[in-house]
């Protein structure tokens, strides 16, 4: 019965997508590196937001400059999904009896810009090298050059990894591990994007619906984005932690065509994290050393966020038991084919 109503699912998504192309326009969501605001994106499943007919035709000019010139089609993407998470799943690393196991899921929402694939592949290599065998990771994401490598950063995909994760683990006992990496506007909805395939936005109150669906007793919830700190009050849960790169009313920095990581994924991912498998420690030396980078560059600073609920630390402290830290992993952003940068230069 699930199969047929997958089946009939992309059905539906692949004439959606017909439908939607001629008509689509794009979401002027903030960047760090311009701290303009834009408008909001939906902030429910299905609504769309309202642009202006002149929005329109740009976007029209420019929605498939990101799509690579070889490779899958959309539709093709489409259709490919439900496989590609199955697929993805079934490949977790086998969960590891007598302990606190920790399920990583990252989601790369923006395919504009490889700054986001880095981070996510980069959460998913750190954690399988260097916290041993009771971490288990799963990598969503949208960019050009790994449409068939990855599911996309979705909506849909981010449910149907969740509920996957949920079966493999002991939801009382194991941790979800989320890290979501974006673009984030003022209203607190995270860029969801990959052109031109129609995907819904995800707003703090969305996630946190997502969320509820599923059986996990313990999360870590890591979003790095701008105005990230709105996703604390919907998220805040005994048994959470919650940790941002901004605070509600900031810009957090780093992102753009000219960065590898943004200021939060190199300070806490790739310099704190292989310093310490403690991530409220490790928190506490990224804030610092994003301070003193943001001073340097005389910007507002972004003040990331952390919320510990109730039982949230002695869990991880019992995971980190689990194992003895590998060494540090070395971070190697992603080389872009020359399809992806051609397009990224239109």
Same mark, same amino acid.
């Given at each position: 019965m699930r199969t047929a109503l997958i089946t009939l699912l992309a059905f539906a998504a692949g004439v959606l997508v017909m439908l939607w192309l001629p008509h689509h326009s794009t979401l002027p969501f903030v960047t760090a590196?311009?701290?303009?605001?834009?408008?909001?994106?939906?902030d429910s499943r299905g609504n769309?937001?309202?642009?202006?007919?002149s929005a329109d035709a740009d976007a029209d000019d420019n929605n498939d400059a990101d799509w690579p010139s070889s490779g899958p089609s959309p539709e093709q993407v489409i259709y490919a999904q439900p496989k590609m998470v199955a697929d993805a799943l079934a490949k977790l690393t086998p969960r590891? *009896? =007598?302990?606190p196991n920790l399920y990583l899921v990252t989601f *790369? =929402?923006?395919?504009?810009?490889?700054?986001?694939?880095?981070?996510a592949e980069y959460a998913s290599q750190l954690f399988s090298q260097r916290f041993g065998a009771t971490a288990h990771s799963l990598v969503l994401e949208n960019n050009p050059d790994t449409l068939?490598?990855?599911?996309?950063a979705s909506w849909s995909n981010l449910e149907s990894a969740l509920d996957g994760v949920a079966k493999a683990m002991k939801p009382d006992q194991d941790i979800?591990?989320?890290?979501v990496t974006s673009h984030g506007d003022e209203?607190?909805?995270l860029l969801v994007d990959m052109d031109p395939l129609p995907l819904d936005q995800i707003g703090a109150p969305d996630l946190a619906g997502i969320l509820a669906k599923h059986p996990f007793k313990w999360k870590v919830l890591v979003i790095s984005a701008c105005y990230s700190g709105g996703f604390v009050p919907p998220l805040h849960n005994p048994g959470t932690l919650v940790i941002t790169a901004a605070r509600?009313?900031?810009?957090?920095?780093?992102?753009?065509?000219?960065?590898d990581a943004t200021y939060f994924g190199k300070a806490w991912l790739v310099d704190a994290l292989n310093q310490t498998p403690d991530f409220i420690t490790a928190f506490k030396q990224a804030s610092g050393e994003i301070n003193q980078w943001e001073q340097r560059d005389k910007l507002t600073p972004s003040e990331p966020q952390i919320n510990i609920g109730s039982g949230i630390a002695d869990q991880l402290a019992l995971w980190r038991k689990g194992f003895t830290p590998g060494p540090m992993v070395p971070f190697k952003p992603a080389v872009p084919s020359s399809a992806s940068t051609a397009a990224a230069n239109q």
């Open positions: 590196d311009s701290q303009s605001s834009g408008s909001a994106a939906a769309e937001p309202a642009t202006s007919s590891i *009896a =007598g302990k *790369a =929402g923006d395919g504009g810009e490889d700054v986001f694939r880095n981070e068939s490598a990855h599911p996309l979800l591990m989320l890290y209203d607190h909805n509600t009313d900031r810009s957090s920095f780093g992102c753009g065509s000219d960065s």
